[in-house]
Nanobody
Framework: QVQLVESGGGLVQAGGSLRLSCVAS????????MGWFRQAPGKDREFVAA????????YYADSVKGRFTISRDNAKNTVYLQMSSLKPEDTADYYC????????????????WGQGTQVTVSS
């Protein structure tokens, strides 16, 4: 079982930047990858980005490609999401998740989740 603790959410103006952090603890040795998802009011939970622990392979949703960067620090069991050129449509609750499976693009593959952190982008 993995515990995930997120931080870094907040209020930012359009065009600004935020960096989200997620620290994993517990039984982390079996983790294959970490991912970020988001959910806006009245919307389905949406894949944002993912990174594998071993090779550091990255995956991005088309809506954030070129603006968001996911990275990891293996020694600290920490994953980051650097968000730049933020838009009002990026406003959502952002969730960190961990998977033991070699599949990262859908929420159903993840077994551990953080509590969520709110990101609000003002226009």
């Amino acid at each position: 079982q993995v515990q995930l603790v997120e931080s870094g959410g907040g209020l930012v103006q359009a065009g600004g930047s935020l960096r989200l952090s997620c620290v994993a603890s517990g039984r982390t040795s079996s983790n294959y990858a970490m991912g970020w998802f988001r959910q806006a009011p009245g919307k389905d939970r949406e894949f944002v980005a993912a990174i594998t622990w071993s090779a550091g392979s990255t995956y991005y949703a088309d809506s954030v490609k070129g603006r968001f960067t996911i990275s990891r620090d293996n020694a600290k069991n920490t994953v980051y999401l650097q968000m730049s050129s933020l838009k009002p449509e990026d406003t959502a609750d952002y969730y960190c998740a961990a998977t033991t499976r070699p599949a990262v693009l859908a929420a159903r593959f993840y077994g551990s989740w953080g509590q969520g952190t709110q990101v609000t982008v003002s226009s």
